[in-house]
């Protein structure tokens, strides 16, 4: 008998980083990075796992920026390049370790690495992602939610509540069209939630969402459950607490798994390694050294003195960590089971890419967890809409206000780095209220209308909690300003020939092409009035004049 469930939530998420105005973008990498070695990887292991009948359920929630980009031909035409740019490297490399008792079977590894990502991505999915991931959900082998639009930071942008409306409702709408099925869930971005969220959630037709270990533990009243089980909003849309116990062993860097020191370290790179001269074929611009993928070193230890990676070892701890995470979820839902009727629910949401791209032998670990669960009784994987099918009767409580940010709350998304940035982005949501308010009737010459949706898309695209978190952390902070600029320069420019009454119309057509995200976008869904505009998926195409 099922003596408790675990819930594991992988969020997928990447900016929009699609430059079509360059041959070669540096950030477009974030994206074939984690295709190559985060989806991809899932991808083959949920097929692996299916086809030897290994029963797992599994919660996917898919960002609507990255179901563009992987939906996007121009993307998919500059990955299959990135793929056999890395294969003619893997060769080279073959060429130089030979001999090299520790470096030519890594060389050897990551030939049919990438060989295997060009395999998969051309004829297994048919360079077709998102396809692979709904017929595992047709399977019942993945729940797939949404996120906001371009995963703004809800709590810092409900001072205009049609900004977080528009997040929203566009975000169910580009996931309903693109993978064919409306979301039972959403992902808040960054865990971020407030009181009263959850009536745009409910107004979306969501069901569930996920909030900090805190943003239950403080609820109104106190869940006398914990975070044992989900609570009920007093709509009725349910927030499931996430798991810091679970949090705490697979995504610390100084507790968790992935520290490990036989595991691969993920910052030594031949990029950065071998001479300028050799590289630079393999490099952005042949002078900017940048990673490659191909990491011959293990963690070590706290020394920059790393020793050769070794696999077999690395899979190894896989198996060993695997276990000793089944052991402590068993162990777990044994004590809380003590003070309840039904079984106890363990949610342990991580970013996919951990599993991967940051953590190499992520996927492998959580193979091993799957399959471990399924040799056993006590413990099974279960989805939040398949828990609240079992379990509908919720106790009703407010969460707290909460994020799973630095210290809990707004400081990663506002702070000295960059707190200049929410007013522009608040006044220019404002102005975005009161064009569509202007034009809410519908009644729009063609052009003005493609006008506004695109001021739409540049709102959305300059609300994404990337740039200012990226501020924060330094990681590429000059792109994420640039990217602020440009998107808040693009929706300026717009709005103030659409008061004019005048669109350049070739230009509106270049910033179409650069920025062709969300198609169906009606721009009424940034009315005030929520009565006055239904959500997208509402309005017909025939319903919009052009009288």
């Known amino acids: 008998m099922t003596q408790g469930y675990i819930s594991i939530l992988l969020h997928a998420h990447l900016p929009f980083v699609r430059h079509p105005e360059y041959e070669r973008f540096l950030e477009e990498n974030w994206y074939f990075e984690a295709v190559t070695e985060t989806y991809i990887p899932l991808l083959r292991m949920f097929r692996r796992l299916r086809r030897e009948a290994i029963p797992f359920r599994l919660t996917v929630s898919l960002s609507p920026t990255l179901l563009s980009l992987m939906t996007d031909v121009l993307m998919g035409e500059r990955y299959i390049r990135y793929l056999k740019e890395h294969i003619q490297l893997a060769e080279r490399e073959l060429r130089r370790t030979r001999g090299d008792r520790d470096f030519y079977p890594l060389a050897v590894m990551y030939s049919r690495f990438f060989r295997d990502a060009l ?17 595992l959900r047709n399977a019942g082998r993945l729940e797939l939610i949404t996120c906001a639009a371009t995963h703004g930071y809800l709590p810092l942008l409900r001072a205009t509540p049609s900004a977080v409306r528009a997040q929203v409702l566009t975000g169910v709408q580009t996931f309903l069209e693109i993978t064919g099925s409306a979301p039972e869930g959403i992902w808040l971005p960054e865990c971020g939630y407030y009181p009263g969220l959850e009536e745009t959630l409910k107004e979306a037709g969501l069901r569930y969402f996920t909030v900090e270990e805190h943003g239950i533990t403080n609820a109104t009243p106190r869940p006398k459950l914990g975070l044992s089980a989900p609570v009920a909003c007093p709509n009725g849309v349910a927030a499931f607490g996430r798991d810091p116990e679970s949090s705490r062993q697979v995504w610390s860097s100084t507790e968790g798994y992935p520290g490990d020191f036989a595991y691969r370290d993920f910052y030594r790179d031949i990029g950065y390694d071998l001479d300028i001269a050799y590289i630079r074929p393999y490099i952005l611009d042949g002078h900017t050294r940048i990673s490659t993928g191909f990491k011959y070193y293990r963690i070590t230890g706290a020394s920059d003195r790393k020793k050769p990676y070794h696999p077999a070892k690395a899979l190894q701890k896989v198996r060993e960590h695997a276990r000793h995470f089944l052991q402590c979820k068993q162990e777990q839902v044994r004590r809380a089971r003590q003070d309840m009727t039904r079984p106890p629910l363990i949610h342990a949401p991580f970013d996919a890419e951990l599993y991967g791209h940051w953590w190499f032998e992520g996927p492998a670990w959580l193979e091993a967890v799957i399959r471990e669960t399924s040799r056993q009784t006590d413990l099974a994987m279960i989805t939040p809409g398949e828990y609240l099918r079992r379990h509908p009767v919720l106790q009703e409580a407010t969460p707290s206000a909460s994020s799973w940010g630095y210290n809990g709350y707004n400081e990663c998304w506002l702070n000295s780095e960059n707190d200049y940035l929410l007013p522009l982005v608040h006044a220019a949501g404002q102005t975005m209220c009161h064009l569509a308010e202007r034009f809410r009737d519908g009644v729009v010459d063609p052009v003005i209308r493609r006008a506004l949706n695109q001021a739409g898309r540049n709102l959305l695209l300059v609300q994404a909690s990337d740039w200012a978190f990226i501020m924060k952390t330094g990681s590429s902070p000059e792109y994420a300003r640039k990217r602020v600029h440009d998107h808040l320069a693009r929706f300026h420019c717009l709005a103030t020939d659409i008061l004019a009454g005048h669109v350049d119309e070739p ?9 062709p995200i969300f198609p169906s976008l009606d721009y009424r869904i940034f009315c005030e009035n929520n009565l006055a505009c239904p959500p997208i998926n509402m309005l017909e195409p025939d319903a919009i004049s052009d009288k």
């Open 507 to 515: 230009r509106l057509c270049a910033l179409e092409a650069l920025d």
């Open 119 to 135: 395999q998969f991505y051309e004829s297994a999915c048919d360079r077709d992602l998102v396809g692979a991931l709904v017929e």
